[in-house]
């Protein structure tokens, strides 16, 4: 990570104008990544119903136990993660995005680290997170960070569990 990359809480409403932005930058991604993905991501997640999880993120995601973080390099919002609690032992990592121009930074390994040590801060003793089986560069970061891969943590529809992959960190 350079000392140009800074990883910081989204707490202005600004920053989560931003984390909205980021979100929905992250389906159009989704959705021109393949064809396979689009299917998925318009049957999981319909663009009114996106529209309504993207606006409730500040609360699901809120402290003192929930996080979203921004990623600014060069002081530009390139990114965004968060995660919120299952229960009180486990927490579920989402929306890890960087921006193209962002990629190879290593932004998407600082967001996913600062994510860890929140979690391990926060009491959680275990991390849940889901990647697209198509995701090869996510599926090696979640993997060189000690995710171990794990089946299905939720109850999804068997077409959907096989297009995923899912990992698990005990912290």
Known sequence: MTSELVIRLAVTAADHNAVQTLCWEYRAYLEAFSGEMRETVSLAYPKEAYAELIAQLPEKHARPKGIILLAELRGRVIGCGMSHPLNDRDTEVKRVFVRAEARGTGAGRAI???????????????????????????QKLYESLGFKSRGP????????????VFYELTL
């Open 153 to 164: 943590y939720s109850d999804l529809p068997p077409d959907f569990v096989q297009l995923l």
């Open 112 to 138: 996913s680290q600062a994510l860890i040590d929140q979690a391990r801060s926060d009491g959680f003793s275990r991390i849940l997170l889901d990647t697209s089986r198509q995701f090869e560069g996510p």
